[in-house]
């Protein structure tokens, strides 16, 4: 499989319910992002891994636990989130995070509805 | 943080120019972009400019950026039905490896 791999693509949890969301480039790149998408909201940046290190947290809550165990594989832990952490969840990656213009290759996003 | 700022919704009909705006706070951007969203897909990149250039032609797209106003435009000639997405304006911020988007915008072309 080529390109930004997400999973799942819909997710449906309580507000006690602890999950997971995966994403996987086959691109080899070294620089992985997640993203959350709100109707006419910006898109957010949330957290930033390059070479498996957090370089960016733009004050997330800690409802939402990211880990990156190599440079392939990216998750997004949750646990009590709200009903207005509802919205597509979108990964992307990129060759690197220096001064060039990096084009950031996006994942088809998880659609997560919190009840 | 920075703001981007776009309109929502955009109509135009097939075979005419779509012009879509945005602007940005951020005066030490390096890099925007313009990126496209279809339905249930992600965001893929359509074109880029680096801040020193205020023009950047590719094919049906330009891009114009006014640097002293800030403001960044995409302009796509001859519009077709396939251009129907969302388009999103993003700047590269000058500090860290931070990107800053925009609502989307929207765009529906009219047969």
């Known amino acids: 499989e080529t390109g930004v791999t997400q999973t799942p693509r819909h997710l449906v949890m309580g507000m006690t319910n602890k999950k997971s969301l995966k994403c996987e480039q086959h691109?080899?790149?070294?620089?992985m992002y997640w993203y959350k998408q709100s109707a006419k909201k910006p898109l957010e940046l949330m957290f930033v891994y390059n070479f498996k290190e957090q370089t960016e947290n733009n004050s997330v809550p800690s409802r939402f636990s990211p880990e990156c165990p190599n440079s392939s594989h990216l998750f997004l832990h949750l646990h009590t989130l709200q009903p207005e952490d509802s919205a597509l969840y979108l990964c992307?990656?990129?060759?690197?995070?220096?001064?060039?213009?990096?084009?950031?290759?996006f994942g088809p996003g998880t659609r997560l509805t919190v009840l | 943080g920075e703001d981007v700022e776009q309109s929502l919704f955009l109509s135009v009909r097939e075979g005419d120019s779509s012009v879509i705006n945005c602007t940005y706070t951020d005066s030490s951007s390096t890099y925007l972009y313009w990126y496209k969203q279809e339905p249930g897909a992600g965001l893929q990149l359509l074109t880029y400019i680096f801040s020193n250039m205020d023009m950047k032609q590719d094919q049906r797209l330009t891009v114009l950026l006014n640097k002293k106003d800030k403001h960044l435009s995409l302009r796509i000639a001859d519009t077709q039905t396939g251009d129907s997405a969302i388009y999103f304006c993003?700047?590269?911020?000058?500090?860290?490896?931070?990107?800053?988007f925009g609502t989307g915008t929207s765009l529906t072309v009219i047969p």
């Open positions: 691109l080899g790149h070294n620089a």
């Open positions: 992307a990656s990129s060759q690197e995070t220096d001064w060039t213009y990096n084009e950031q290759f």
């Open positions: 993003a700047e590269r911020g000058g500090t860290g490896n931070q990107f800053y």
